[in-house]
Nanobody, 122 residues
C-alpha cells in the first residue's frame, strides 16, 4: 500500500557528500521499519542501514559506519540517508525499502523503491 520514490543521487567527487531521500506515499511510514540498500552490477544487493519504527538505527554495514547516517521524518513521510566522505566504492544504485514487521539489513522488505544512482569519482 505504500509507494517509495528515491531521489538525491548523482555524481560527486570522492570526499564529497550527498543526501538521499525516500518519499513515501499511499501510507504513513510511521508504521514501517525502513532501510537503505545498494547494488552494483554483478553483485548482490547490500544492506546499508536500517531504522526502526521508533526512529533508532538498528543496523548498518561496517563499510559505511561513521560516514552514513540514516534518519526518518514521519511528519514529512520521508526517509533520509546522509552520505559523507564518499568513496569510489560507494558507487551503486541505492534503494529504499519498507516493511511493517521486518527490520534489519537483509533483503526481506516488502516494499521497494526503484533506486537512485550514486556515482563517486576520483
Amino acid at each position: 500500500q505504500v509507494q517509495l520514490v528515491e531521489s538525491g543521487g548523482g555524481s560527486v567527487q570522492a570526499g564529497g557528500s550527498l543526501t538521499l531521500s525516500c518519499a513515501a506515499s499511499g501510507d504513513a511510514i510511521s508504521k514501517y521499519s525502513l532501510g537503505w540498500f545498494r547494488q552494483v552490477p554483478g553483485k548482490e544487493r547490500e544492506g546499508v542501514a536500517a531504522i526502526g519504527i521508533g526512529g533508532l538505527p538498528i543496523d548498518s554495514t561496517s563499510s559505511v559506519k561513521g560516514r552514513f547516517t540514516i534518519s526518518r521524518d514521519n511528519a514529512k513521510n520521508t526517509l533520509y540517508l546522509q552520505m559523507n566522505s564518499l568513496k569510489i566504492e560507494d558507487t551503486a544504485m541505492y534503494y529504499c525499502a519498507a516493511d511493517r514487521f521486518y527490520w534489519g539489513t537483509r533483503q526481506r522488505y516488502q516494499y521497494w523503491g526503484r533506486g537512485t544512482q550514486v556515482t563517486v569519482s576520483s
